[in-house]
């Protein structure tokens, strides 16, 4: 994981990620979590703890600041077909929008 604070990087976010599980900077403030050979439920776990870590952060600069995140989902089933990466990216980034959309600070999957 890359910017950010110390905290975030080698914090709890750090520890929600194992090292199995790839990540990777997108473009600006968006980040991707790789999860193989995960359930759509442990995906949204996943999800539930990122959310819960990040709004437990509390920034010294900023006191009474709140930091939010929504996150965007998609799986695909082992059994079918895999899916191009691409298809993929673009799936749990609509689930994000969507998330965004319904208020933020929130999870949505595509």
Same mark, same amino acid.
């Given at each position: ?20 599980? $790839? @990540?990777? !900077?997108?473009?600006? /403030?968006? %980040? ?7 359930? &759509?439920? *442990? +995906? ?29 989902? $998609? @799986?695909? !089933?082992?059994?079918? /077909?895999? %899916? ?7 799936? &749990?980034? *609509? +689930? ?15």
């Amino acid at each position: 994981m890359t910017g950010g604070s110390p905290h975030t990087r080698r914090g709890p976010v750090h520890r929600i990620i194992s090292c199995s599980q $790839a @990540t990777t !900077d997108l473009s600006g /403030e968006e %980040l991707a979590v790789v999860l193989p050979e995960t359930s &759509a439920e *442990a +995906a949204e776990e996943v999800a539930a703890r990122i959310l819960h870590v990040v709004r437990a952060v509390h920034l010294r600069q900023a006191p009474g600041a709140a930091i939010s995140v929504s996150v965007g989902g $998609a @799986t695909s !089933d082992p059994r079918a /077909e895999a %899916l191009p990466a691409a298809d993929l990216v673009g799936r &749990a980034d *609509a +689930a994000l929008y969507l998330a965004k959309q319904r208020g933020r600070d929130r999870f949505a999957s595509g």
